[in-house]
């Protein structure tokens, strides 16, 4: 079946555009999780979703992220004020069910680039 | 807070060699262990997944192990190909929900 799907692959915006990211998660699950992996780095946690409830929020840089997930199904990850520091591979997944047993599967990300 | 790290950061090897990357965790009260696959440009693709009540997974010519008491574990490649090049990451899953990763191993198989 589908996998975890993200669109646009790339973004370019200028600094201080708004951008919004989209992610379609595998038809069924639950559970949603957006990360941010930086040029070198390991992804890190953003944000993330049971159903349409936002279950934590702890890792999103600043005020100017922003995500939803108003139908629990689709995900729309915005980031208003672009800063060059905001560039980076945005990575969505998503997983059956809440829990520790299930595992998270993760989509090809969505490459922001800030100029 | 729980931190990962990944040793060697880049690995260069022949084809045909056996390899072993290593990943530590500083919190050893995890639920498991993650090893992932990422090619330039793709999104993650588990590899195995590690309990934190058993010892070791394998899959095909991968094998990894965990030690949760001393906050390690291995990932043995064995008989290397040149299509096993990519960046490995490790995560750990703790008490929440979030996967916490290591900043990666990139390995290079040479034909």
């Known amino acids: 079946g589908a996998g975890v799907s993200q669109s646009p692959r790339y973004k370019v915006a200028k600094r201080g555009q708004d951008v919004a990211l989209r992610c379609d998660p595998i038809s069924g699950h639950v559970s949603l999780f957006w990360y941010q992996q930086a040029l070198g780095q390991g992804p890190e946690f953003l944000t993330y979703?049971?159903?349409?409830?936002?279950?934590?929020k702890s890792g999103l840089p600043s005020d100017r992220f922003f995500a939803e997930r108003p139908e629990g199904s689709v995900s729309t990850l915005k980031i208003q004020r672009t800063q060059q520091e905001d560039s980076a591979v945005y990575l969505c997944a998503s997983s059956l069910a809440q829990g520790l047993t299930y595992e998270q599967y993760f989509g090809p990300g969505t490459r922001l680039t800030v100029t | 807070k729980q931190e990962v790290t990944q040793i060697p950061a880049a690995l260069s090897v022949p084809e045909g060699e056996n390899l072993v990357l290593n990943c530590s965790f500083t919190?050893?009260?995890?639920?498991?262990l993650q090893w992932f696959r990422q090619d330039p440009g793709k999104g993650l693709t588990s590899l195995l997944l590690i309990q934190s009540s058993q010892r070791e997974q394998t899959s095909g010519r991968l094998n990894a192990s965990l030690d949760k008491s001393s906050g390690r574990s291995t990932l043995y490649i064995a008989a290397s190909q040149p299509g096993d090049s990519a960046t490995y990451l490790c995560a750990v899953r703790g008490g929440s929900e979030k996967l916490v990763f290591g900043k990666g191993t990139k390995l290079t198989v040479n034909p």
């Open positions: 979703f049971q159903n349409e409830a936002q279950l934590d």
């Open positions: 919190d050893s009260a995890i639920y498991n």
